[in-house]
Structures are given as structure tokens and as C-alpha cells.
């Protein structure tokens, strides 16, 4: 039997209240099915003594058959609990997913993260004589808990035990325990790992993600580090791994479940690119005010911005094409050298940083551990880090020293659309606080940008109102074996960020490359037919970019290739070399990926319906990727 180390990005829910507690952890787990669809598996306290529990490889609907089967009735009571997984590595099969019991059935634990002793503990346990019933880590802690609750000074007690076998876990976890002796508790912890309380009414909630619980209660709870917390039916309480009473901090949800809902889209990601303007819109309210940019959480002085004298933006996928767009802005508006990194290369090639370092981590969900580490890295090293989040109380916010939310409501496709557009802005918001706190730009300067950034949610309107055509022409290249996207200045991370979107989407080979780089390589890759999407600065912008890249246009046009041009409305120059033109309002430069990058969106998401691909969950993906 392999030992494998199954590290998930999963969802998990725990309920104690009064209704059904089935139909509770399944309307749960439906709901954050995006982060994980291995496998899926409940466990439910009857009040009678039993913990009753079912679990399936495959997606959640092979659970709930199976439910069927066996009789739902099966799973009375008011307390309970489930997980859907994402495997890493070691087969998604019913033996491998949660719930993991104890020997006695007694215990059960479901678990998100990496019990990175697991090796160690597990030939503890087998020297005792304890028999494992799958290849995962998690089942280590469930039969760790069984035996601290049966001997030695934490028996009888289940906080206590869990308690007593948290603080013997290495690694990252969330790990949520029931115990058939105690049908109206359940109790929870966290390490380096997302998990929140819900507080009902007569209920209470814990999960890996507010859409949990979002149809019950927009009343939550954020847990700290090595805290863990205990709900029942009246209340919660929150203690840190010695036991001890410890702080968490409540905060209310600010988004009711329709927002989870699809909107009556076909899927999240469609209802997620309408949703553009209200995201950049809600991103940038609040932070200008009397003539001043303010961030969410500053807990970084003027005078340390001041004293700043590199920036870094790191990140992963479509987060780090945010950072790339921004780095324009930001060294164009403070004069500060911008290194966009990708995180996972980031602590590894020994970057320099020092006290006046400032790191800004980009994340929607706040829990990529390869971002995460890279926080870390960096403040190792003394440098400031700023995050840019998309999710209250993550754990990267959780560990940096300043924060500033992203508002782009819950991003429940996996490929990112409104949270990448949001970052966009947020960068900006950093860029202009930059500015104005070392003077690099006057506040009226700063006014002035920010009123165009404020312009640019309905500007992001009027490209959503003119996609039909984009829709028709994924339809129409959808065979096409390839795509290539070329731009320039802000432009060329656009392009990067319309390949992974199609790459990601439609499984389809696509590449970014900066345009000027055609003629030393990628031009060979152009044949009879090959679409390519080229994104158009302003031809009132940087006039010399334009006609770079109308030159561009019409070296691969004479070579074959059906091109595709992303321009601004009313460009006549570039309208001759366009197989395909479609326009987007004029913006300012620098605030062009902000309209350009909706139609590549548009493109990547058609041409994935049209080859018959699951929108919303992508093969493969996993919505945040906790793993490095
Ligand atoms: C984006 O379409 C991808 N799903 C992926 O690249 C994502 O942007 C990346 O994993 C970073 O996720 P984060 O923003 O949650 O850190």
C-alpha cells in the first residue's frame, strides 16, 4: 500500500444547529464543489450514539447516488459534516476520501492541507497495533484523537484531544473532528489553512469557505493561526492549542448567496465577466477620500512607503498577469523599479530584498501556497508585504502587513475574470498610494488618475455590450489547433493572459508573446489559417507602439495568418490588416488591459463551450491551488 501524502485544496463544512444536518453539509459542499471535485464523502451524528458516514470517488452527484442507495434516512440528526477533495497525487478512490474514521468508527475527521509527519505517526500508530485503512494522512489524525480520547489526561475529553493532537501535527491542516459520543459538537483547527465559523441563529457553522454557509447566516468568524474552535448548537468558542481562550475576529459577509448563484448564466464564469464593472467598481469604492488614496488595512506608515526603494509584485497565473500589467503604472508613477516574479520561482532564486523592500503578493483566494511561501520568504527577509486579496481573512492577508481587499464578490470559475480585472485596479490603488505618499505625483495628479479609474467600470459595460460578435468567432475558430496573442507595453501581458485563459478553458495550445519578439523565433510558428489575437494600444497613445505593431500585423499576414485585432474604437489605420476587428472604447494607456482583456475572456470561454468543456471547472484545475 503507497504511502501518498494527499495534499487537497478541498471543501469543507461542519453544521450543529436544528435542521437536517445532511441537507445542510451537501447544500454546503455543492456550493464550494469548485475547489476540489475528487471525491466526496459525510458524516453524520445521529444523537444516538452514532456517527454514521458515506463517501465516493468522482464528483459530488456519485455521493449523493450512493446516499440514495443506502437510504438518506440513514443519516438523522442535527450535526454533521463533509469534504469534497482535490488529489495531488495518489488515486482519488472511495478508501482515500473523507471522512477518515478511528478503528472503533467512533471518531471522524475530514482535512484540507498536508500532516507533513505523517510518516513518523503513522509507524507510531502502527507499532501500537493500529491498523490503516487508506494511503491518506489524514486518517493518522483521526486514530491520534481516538487514542487521546480514550487514555491518558485528555480522556473523555474531545477538545482537549484534538487539542492534544494539533499540537503534534507538522505541516499545514484544517481539520474538522466529530465524535459519536458528543452528537451536538463538533471541533475544528486550523494551521496555514482556510477555515471560518459561521454564527446562526440556534446554529453554528465551520468551513473552508463563507459560500458554505452563505444561505444561512453573512454573520462569520475568522480563526487565527493554531487556534481551534468548537461549535454547537447554542455557540462557539475559540481556543488556541494549549486550550486557552484566544481572540478571532467577526466579520459579516458582504454578499448574500444569489451572488454565489449563477444568475442564470449556463455558468459562474459567463455570470463572472458580466459582473466586470460592478467588481472594478466596488474594488475602488472607498479608497479616495478628501483627496487621498487609502488602502483597507494600512499597518505600513507613509514614511516606510517613502522609504521604499524596490517594489515587488509576486504571484501565480492570471494574479501575476495582473502584476505585469501594473508594473507599467507603478514604475511610471513613483519611479520605483517594479520585478514581477512568479512566486513559485520567487524564494528560490535568492532575490534581494531588504527592509525597504515592498513585497505586494497579489491572490483572489488568498491561500495559493506558493504566493503564501513567498510572503513568508520575504518577510524572513524584513522586506514590507502588501497583499491584494479577494477573500476576507485568508491566510495571506492574515500574514502580511498591509492589506487591500479586491471587491469582486465570490469567484466561483475556476479561470479567473472578474478578480483578475480587480486586481488590476487594486495594483493601481498601491501604485497611486505609492505616488502620492513619496510625492512622485501631485494630489491633484493622483485625483485625476484615480477619476479615470473610476470611469473605467463602464467603459468595461460597453465592451460587454458588443461580445455577441466575439462569441461568434469562438464558435467559428473552435477546431482552430492553436492560437497565438501577441501585444506590446500593457498590451503584451494582456496577450499572456488570453492564452492562459484559452489554455486553461478550452485545453487548447495557445501562447502570449511581446510582438517585438515575433521576428526572433515565434514568427516561424505562423502558417496558412493560424488564428492570431493581436491587442492594439491606442493609436492616439504611443502613436510609435501602434504602428510597431501594424507592421507586425502585416508580416504575419503575408505569412498565412487569420488575424485577429483587439483595437479602439474608430482605429482606421489598423482596420485594413484585420481579418477580424473588434473595438473597444478609448481609454488611457495604462487602463487598457481593463477593456482589452474582456474579449479574450469572451473568446476562450465560447470556443470551450463549443468543444463541449466544463466552463466553471476546467480539467485538472482546481480553483486555489494550496499546494506548491
Ligand atoms: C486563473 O485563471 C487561474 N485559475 C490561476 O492561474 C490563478 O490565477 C492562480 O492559481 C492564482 O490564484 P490566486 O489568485 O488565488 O492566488
Same mark, same amino acid.
Given at each position: 500500500m503507497s504511502?501518498v501524502?494527499l495534499v487537497r485544496v478541498?471543501?469543507?463544512v461542519g453544521?450543529?444547529?436544528?435542521?437536517?444536518a445532511l441537507?445542510?453539509?451537501?447544500g454546503?459542499l455543492?456550493?464550494m464543489?469548485?475547489r476540489?471535485?475528487?471525491s466526496?464523502g459525510v458524516?453524520?451524528l445521529?444523537?444516538?450514539?452514532a456517527?454514521?458516514v458515506?463517501?465516493?470517488?468522482?464528483?459530488l452527484?456519485n455521493l449523493?447516488?450512493?446516499?440514495?442507495?443506502v437510504?438518506?434516512?440513514?443519516?438523522?440528526?442535527?450535526a454533521?459534516?463533509?469534504?469534497?477533495?482535490?488529489?495531488t497525487?495518489?488515486a482519488?478512490?472511495?478508501?482515500?476520501?473523507h471522512p477518515h474514521?478511528?478503528?472503533?468508527?467512533?471518531?471522524?475527521?475530514?482535512h484540507?492541507?498536508i500532516?507533513?509527519n &505523517?510518516a513518523a505517526?503513522r509507524?507510531e500508530?502502527e507499532?501500537?497495533?493500529v491498523?490503516m485503512?487508506?494511503d491518506t494522512?489524514t486518517e493518522?489524525?483521526a486514530?491520534l484523537?481516538?487514542?487521546?480520547?480514550?487514555?491518558?489526561?485528555?480522556k473523555?475529553?474531545l477538545t482537549?484531544s484534538?487539542a492534544?493532537?494539533?499540537?503534534?501535527?507538522e505541516?499545514? &491542516?484544517?481539520l474538522v473532528?466529530t465524535?459519536?459520543?458528543h452528537?451536538d459538537?463538533i471541533?475544528?483547527?486550523r494551521?496555514?489553512?482556510?477555515l471560518?465559523?459561521?454564527v446562526?441563529?440556534g446554529?453554528?457553522f465551520?468551513?473552508?469557505?463563507v459560500a458554505?454557509f452563505?444561505?444561512?447566516?453573512?454573520?462569520a468568524?475568522?480563526?487565527?493561526?493554531?487556534?481551534l474552535v468548537?461549535i454547537?448548537r447554542e455557540?462557539?468558542?475559540?481556543l488556541?492549542?494549549h486550550?486557552?481562550?484566544?481572540?478571532?475576529?467577526p &466579520?459579516t459577509?458582504?454578499w448574500d448567496?444569489?451572488?454565489a448563484?449563477?444568475g442564470?448564466?449556463e455558468y459562474?464564469?459567463l455570470?463572472?465577466?458580466?459582473?466586470?464593472?460592478?467588481?472594478?467598481a466596488n474594488?475602488l469604492r472607498?479608497?479616495f477620500?478628501?483627496?487621498?488614496?487609502?488602502?483597507d488595512e494600512?499597518?505600513?506608515s507613509?514614511?516606510d512607503?517613502?522609504d521604499v526603494?524596490?517594489?515587488?509584485?509576486?504571484?501565480?497565473g492570471s494574479a501575476?498577469?495582473?502584476?505585469?500589467?501594473a508594473?507599467y503604472?507603478?514604475?511610471?508613477?513613483?519611479?520605483l523599479p517594479?520585478e514581477v516574479?512568479?512566486?513559485?520561482?520567487?524564494?528560490?532564486?535568492?532575490?534581494?530584498l531588504?527592509?525597504?523592500?515592498?513585497?505586494v503578493?497579489?491572490?483572489q483566494?488568498g491561500?495559493?501556497a506558493?504566493t503564501l511561501?513567498a510572503v513568508r520568504?520575504a518577510?524572513?527577509?524584513k522586506?514590507?508585504?502588501?497583499?491584494v486579496?479577494?477573500?476576507?481573512?485568508?491566510?495571506?492577508?492574515?500574514?502580511?502587513d498591509?492589506v487591500?481587499?479586491?471587491?469582486?464578490?465570490?469567484?466561483?470559475?475556476v479561470?479567473s475574470?472578474?478578480?483578475?480585472l480587480?486586481?488590476i485596479?487594486?495594483?493601481y490603488?498601491v501604485?497611486?498610494a505609492?505616488a502620492?505618499a513619496?510625492?512622485t505625483?501631485y494630489?491633484?495628479?493622483?485625483?485625476?488618475?484615480?477619476a479615470?479609474?473610476e470611469a473605467?467600470?463602464?467603459?468595461v459595460?460597453k465592451?460587454l455590450s458588443?461580445?455577441?460578435?466575439v462569441?461568434?468567432l469562438?464558435?467559428?475558430?473552435?477546431?482552430?489547433?492553436?492560437?497565438?496573442f501577441?501585444g506590446?507595453h500593457v498590451?503584451?501581458p494582456v496577450?499572456?493572459e488570453?492564452?492562459?485563459k484559452?489554455?486553461?478553458?478550452?485545453?487548447?495550445?495557445?501562447?502570449?508573446?511581446a510582438?517585438g519578439e515575433?521576428?526572433?523565433?515565434?514568427?516561424?510558428?505562423i502558417?496558412?489559417?493560424l488564428?492570431?489575437v493581436?491587442?492594439?494600444p491606442?493609436p492616439?497613445?504611443?502613436?510609435?507602439?501602434?504602428s510597431?505593431?501594424?507592421?507586425?500585423i502585416s508580416?504575419i499576414?503575408?505569412?498565412?495568418?487569420?488575424?485577429?485585432v483587439?483595437a479602439?474604437?474608430?482605429d482606421?489605420?489598423v482596420?485594413p490588416?484585420?481579418?477580424e476587428l473588434?473595438e473597444v472604447p478609448?481609454?488611457?494607456?495604462?487602463?487598457?488591459?481593463l477593456v482589452s482583456?474582456v474579449?479574450?475572456q469572451v473568446?476562450?470561454a465560447?470556443?470551450a463551450?463549443a468543444?463541449g468543456y466544463?466552463?466553471?471547472k476546467?480539467r485538472?484545475l482546481?480553483?486555489?491551488?494550496?499546494?506548491e
Amino acid at each position: 500500500m503507497s504511502l501518498v501524502r494527499l495534499v487537497r485544496v478541498c471543501g469543507i463544512v461542519g453544521y450543529v444547529g436544528h435542521r437536517p444536518a445532511l441537507d445542510v453539509v451537501l447544500g454546503g459542499l455543492r456550493r464550494m464543489e469548485y475547489r476540489g471535485y475528487d471525491s466526496a464523502g459525510v458524516a453524520v451524528l445521529d444523537g444516538a450514539g452514532a456517527l454514521t458516514v458515506e463517501r465516493k470517488a468522482g464528483r459530488l452527484a456519485n455521493l449523493e447516488g450512493r446516499l440514495d442507495e443506502v437510504g438518506r434516512e440513514r443519516f438523522g440528526g442535527t450535526a454533521g459534516m463533509g469534504h469534497t477533495r482535490w488529489a495531488t497525487h495518489g488515486a482519488p478512490i472511495d478508501r482515500n476520501s473523507h471522512p477518515h474514521r478511528d478503528a472503533s468508527e467512533r471518531v471522524a475527521v475530514v482535512h484540507n492541507g498536508i500532516i507533513e509527519n &505523517f510518516a513518523a505517526l503513522r509507524a507510531e500508530l502502527e507499532a501500537d497495533g493500529v491498523e490503516m485503512a487508506s494511503d491518506t494522512d489524514t486518517e493518522t489524525a483521526a486514530h491520534l484523537v481516538a487514542r487521546a480520547y480514550t487514555e491518558g489526561d485528555t480522556k473523555g475529553d474531545l477538545t482537549a484531544s484534538v487539542a492534544a493532537v494539533c499540537r503534534r501535527l507538522e505541516g499545514a &491542516f484544517t481539520l474538522v473532528v466529530t465524535h459519536a459520543d458528543h452528537p451536538d459538537t463538533i471541533v475544528a483547527a486550523r494551521r496555514s489553512s482556510p477555515l471560518v465559523v459561521g454564527v446562526g441563529d440556534g446554529e453554528h457553522f465551520v468551513a473552508s469557505d463563507v459560500a458554505a454557509f452563505i444561505e444561512h447566516t453573512r454573520e462569520a468568524v475568522e480563526l487565527g493561526q493554531d487556534q481551534l474552535v468548537v461549535i454547537t448548537r447554542e455557540g462557539y468558542d475559540v481556543l488556541d492549542f494549549h486550550g486557552d481562550a484566544a481572540q478571532a475576529k467577526p &466579520f459579516t459577509v458582504d454578499w448574500d448567496l444569489s451572488a454565489a448563484e449563477k444568475g442564470g448564466h449556463e455558468y459562474f464564469m459567463l455570470k463572472e465577466i458580466e459582473e466586470q464593472p460592478e467588481a472594478l467598481a466596488n474594488t475602488l469604492r472607498g479608497h479616495f477620500e478628501s483627496g487621498r488614496i487609502i488602502l483597507d488595512e494600512q499597518r505600513i506608515s507613509d514614511q516606510d512607503l517613502r522609504d521604499v526603494d524596490k517594489v515587488f509584485v509576486v504571484a501565480c497565473g492570471s494574479a501575476y498577469h495582473s502584476g505585469l500589467v501594473a508594473k507599467y503604472a507603478i514604475e511610471h508613477w513613483t519611479r520605483l523599479p517594479v520585478e514581477v516574479e512568479l512566486a513559485s520561482e520567487f524564494r528560490y532564486r535568492d532575490p534581494v530584498l531588504d527592509r525597504d523592500t515592498l513585497v505586494v503578493a497579489v491572490s483572489q483566494s488568498g491561500e495559493t501556497a506558493d504566493t503564501l511561501e513567498a510572503v513568508r520568504h520575504a518577510r524572513e527577509q524584513k522586506a514590507r508585504v502588501l497583499a491584494v486579496c479577494n477573500t476576507n481573512g485568508a491566510q495571506i492577508p492574515r500574514e502580511s502587513d498591509a492589506v487591500l481587499y479586491t471587491h469582486a464578490g465570490p469567484e466561483i470559475g475556476v479561470a479567473s475574470t472578474k478578480a483578475f480585472l480587480a486586481q488590476i485596479a487594486a495594483n493601481y490603488l498601491v501604485g497611486l498610494a505609492l505616488a502620492q505618499a513619496r510625492g512622485t505625483k501631485y494630489p491633484d495628479e493622483v485625483a485625476r488618475e484615480f477619476a479615470e479609474l473610476e470611469a473605467m467600470p463602464a467603459a468595461v459595460q460597453k465592451v460587454l455590450s458588443t461580445v455577441e460578435q466575439v462569441r461568434d468567432l469562438g464558435r467559428r475558430i473552435a477546431d482552430s489547433k492553436a492560437i497565438l496573442f501577441l501585444g506590446r507595453h500593457v498590451g503584451f501581458p494582456v496577450a499572456l493572459e488570453g492564452a492562459l485563459k484559452l489554455k486553461e478553458l478550452a485545453y487548447m495550445h495557445a501562447e502570449g508573446f511581446a510582438a517585438g519578439e515575433l521576428k526572433h523565433g515565434p514568427i516561424a510558428l505562423i502558417e496558412d489559417g493560424l488564428p492570431v489575437v493581436v491587442v492594439m494600444p491606442s493609436p492616439k497613445g504611443r502613436a510609435v507602439l501602434h504602428s510597431k505593431l501594424v507592421s507586425n500585423i502585416s508580416e504575419i499576414q503575408a505569412r498565412g495568418a487569420r488575424t485577429i485585432v483587439i483595437a479602439e474604437e474608430g482605429d482606421e489605420t489598423v482596420r485594413p490588416f484585420a481579418d477580424e476587428l473588434i473595438e473597444v472604447p478609448a481609454v488611457p494607456t495604462l487602463l487598457q488591459p481593463l477593456v482589452s482583456t474582456v474579449p479574450l475572456q469572451v473568446l476562450a470561454a465560447e470556443i470551450a463551450r463549443a468543444r463541449g468543456y466544463d466552463v466553471d471547472k476546467p480539467r485538472n484545475l482546481a480553483k486555489s491551488v494550496t499546494v506548491e
